[in-house]
């Protein structure tokens, strides 16, 4: 029980009803609705390439998706996590990872892309028992894969697998009964290689062929002192070289300029990326659009839990009213460059306030 219910208002909840609604369709500022998208056409090529290497032998592709403050990224962002989610018993040898901000060490890079290919999937790899290319002769990986056979219990192989390759401290008598001969942390340098290896084993045995990391909110890698964000650039890149489009398919998003200053520093990680920049809302129709899926998401709702209820005709606010709360969004920003955010939270306040008249 929410320890707070009691102070639910019964009146508001009927006022949201009386709308055709349980609750406010409309998030609060700053809140993310991930089930409710509305497609964006300047995302189309995005869309086509990530379809083209999920749905067949493609390369991988490396996307910088770009835009203001509020204007949609990280509801693309964590609506293709929610659809990747959806579609995951469809989407055989895939995994996925959405991390919603930046990366304050470079190691945690690896840690959630380890994190996404899970321990079920590791364990059947180990099971398998793979031969690794003569490539890796001599590595702490092959010395690794030749030793582990010999322990009695292969889940406590597979934890240990995971810890290591993310980075995290490992101990003399852990390593000295794999064989490995370097000291307690694997540096992402060092880890990068070794997964790529790891994945072309999974790739070989049946288990895993593609891996799709979301990240978000790109810009704060600036905040970043200039060492540790010249260190997480480099493991992005070093990332990125390894698996050299196979397998392989991020979308990083961030505010506008920020893509331009971090690639004028970095120009061996922008000449990899393709640049794509969200549209803020530029009409009343682009509103009323934006709206309506709202309205029509939390109406549905409503018909699933109240069955029996007759849809509602037009459901509030109507597409007039929307148009005159984008223009005024738009005569209070002085501008016709809105954002998703300004109009969502000016629709919230909108309901709120019809809903404390009743």
Partial sequence: MNFLSELDSTTQIAGYETFGY??????????????IY??????????QHLLSFLSEEHPGGFWAMEGSRGIGKS???QHLDLELQKAHGRLKYTVHQYI???LVAPQQLIEKIIQAIGEEIFYELLKNQPTLPASSNGTDLYRFFRKYPEQQNLEESVRFLRRWMSG?????HEREKYNIWSKERMPPAVAFPYLRTIVDCLDSVGLLKKIILLLDEFEEVQLLKLPLRSEYIQALKGLINTFNWKGLFIIIAGQEGSFSTIGEQYTSLSDRWQRVSLLPISSGIEAIKLANAYKTFAHQ??????RGEKEKPELSPSDIEIKAIYGDVCSER???????????HKLYQWVEERVSMI
């Fill in 301 to 306: 709702a409503y018909l699933q839990q109240r």
């Fill in 100 to 102: 919603p901000s930046r």
């Fill in 38 to 47: 509305v497609e964006r056409p300047e995302l189309e090529n995005l869309r």
């Fill in 168 to 172: 995290h401290q490992t101990y003399a």
């Fill in 22 to 35: 349980l609750q406010n369709p409309f998030p609060i500022r700053d809140e993310v609705h991930p089930e």
């Fill in 334 to 344: 002085g501008s016709v460059r809105i954002s998703q955010r300004d109009v969502l």
């Fill in 75 to 77: 509801n693309f962002l």
